[in-house]
Each structure stands twice: as C-alpha cells, then as structure tokens.
C-alpha cells in the first residue's frame, strides 16, 4: 500500500512533532508504541496527551 504524506491535512495534534500531515508516519509510530493518534480523540482528551487504549475507552464514552 501507497502512503503519501498530506502537509495540507490540518492536524489536530497539540504535541509538538515532525509527523504533522504524514498521517500514515504518525499511526505507524504510535502503532508502535502501542497508542492511538490525536486524531482518534476528541479535542479535550487530546490535549491531556494520553494516548492510550483506556483514554480513548473513556473519551468515547
């Protein structure tokens, strides 16, 4: 699968980085390191930058 990175997507991640626009980057590493992207969250959860499976439980509740 082709992934190019789209600098024009407007990222919703408050954290700084170098993978904002290359979202198939940024799911690849947080896939990695076993965490969700900013993007799956809402934008008050995402500020509290916990990435993990159990925040994403209760942001969706």
Excluded at 30 to 51: I, M, N, T, W
């Amino acid at each position: 699968m082709s992934c190019q990175n789209n600098n024009a997507i407007v990222c919703p991640c408050t954290y700084s980085c170098g993978k904002h626009g290359k979202c198939c980057e940024c799911v690849a590493y947080h896939q990695r390191v076993g965490e969700f992207p900013a993007c799956f969250f809402s934008k008050e959860s995402e500020l509290k930058y916990d990435r993990s499976f159990e925040a994403l439980i209760r942001d969706r509740n």
